[in-house]
């Protein structure tokens, strides 16, 4: 009874002992099950991982194609437009060059018919007309007059008569030249070359010091001539004449209606620089 009692202990004990064990290797298979589900689901995350990096790169290389199309579109528009701003800017030039032969044509034909409408009054005074020998020799030189009597302007144009004066304006024949610039503005007032007779005009008082003069001629160039190309630089030498009369005050102004008119042209630097000279003279102390 002894012996039956200490196995029945002993089997109770191997019992015991035996039931942790099982649970213990249950829970190791349980994580073992578990960290294959991880590194199952590690792999997955990877591959998909690397599919939208493939993807991105993809998407980059699209995008970077897709970008030097948009520059290389962006590149021949822009040349494109540059080509027809050139064109225009051509078109322009001649259109405006066209539109000068044109004036100046005008001003030849008007010439002519003031030729041919004075011819009678001419030949009926008794004024001699050059001969042929005269007019073949020098086909520029203009109708003798009777000794006393003004300059005559039968037979000459406004380009020619403003030729003639700048010739003697630039031989320093000065007296000459205000002639030659008054008489053409006083017969072709409208003419295309007006305005630049009377800016010349001005530009011949300046080389003669009579400053007064120059800025009245200059002033007349803006006023009479206001679309004229001499405009910019009939303000920048008013100024400067204005100034050689001590009244830098108006000066200051011309220099600063020219900036703010015709910033963009050559004159308009001339006058920044004539502003800063006048602000540093102003500046400076008197002795």
């Known amino acids: 009874m002894h012996m039956n009692l200490l196995r029945s202990t002993l089997a109770l004990a191997l019992l015991a002992a035996a ?3 099982v649970a213990q290797n249950r829970e190791h298979q349980q994580m073992s099950a578990e960290m294959r589900m991880l590194q199952e689901q590690t792999q997955q995350l990877a591959l998909t991982l690397a599919q939208i990096g493939d993807a991105l790169r993809a998407l980059n290389g699209r995008l970077d194609a897709a970008d030097q199309a948009a ?32 004036r100046k044509l005008a001003d030849e034909v008007e010439a002519l018919r003031s030729t041919i ?39 000459l144009s406004p380009s020619r008569m403003l030729d003639t004066a700048k010739s003697d304006y630039f031989s320093g024949s000065y007296a000459t030249a205000v002639s030659g610039f008054e008489n053409l503005l006083r017969t072709f007032p409208t003419s295309e070359a007006a305005a630049e007779a009377q800016f010349m005009l001005g530009e011949t008082y300046s080389q003669q010091k009579r400053y007064s003069e120059a800025v009245n001629a200059y002033t007349a160039a803006i006023q009479k001539f206001p679309r004229s190309v001499w405009v ?31 910033p963009d042209t050559p004159s308009a630097g001339l006058a920044k620089q004539a502003l800063d000279r006048l602000g540093r003279q102003a500046a400076a102390p008197r002795p």
């Open 71 to 102: 520059q290389k579109r962006f590149a021949d528009q822009e040349l494109l437009i540059k080509k027809l701003s050139d064109d225009v800017s051509a078109v322009r030039e001649r259109s405006q060059d066209t539109d000068t032969r044109l």
């Open 19 to 21: 039931v942790p064990a």
């Open 117 to 155: 409408t004075s011819l009678p009054a001419l030949l009926s005074g008794g004024a001699v007309l050059p001969s042929p020998e005269t007019a073949v020799a020098d086909p520029t030189a203009p109708a003798p007059v009777q000794p006393g009597s003004p300059p005559s302007t039968i037979g």
């Open 232 to 262: 910019p630089e009939a303000y920048y030498k008013r100024g400067k004449a204005q100034e050689s009369l001590g009244t830098p005050e108006a000066a200051r102004a011309s220099y600063e209606m020219l900036l703010k008119t015709y």
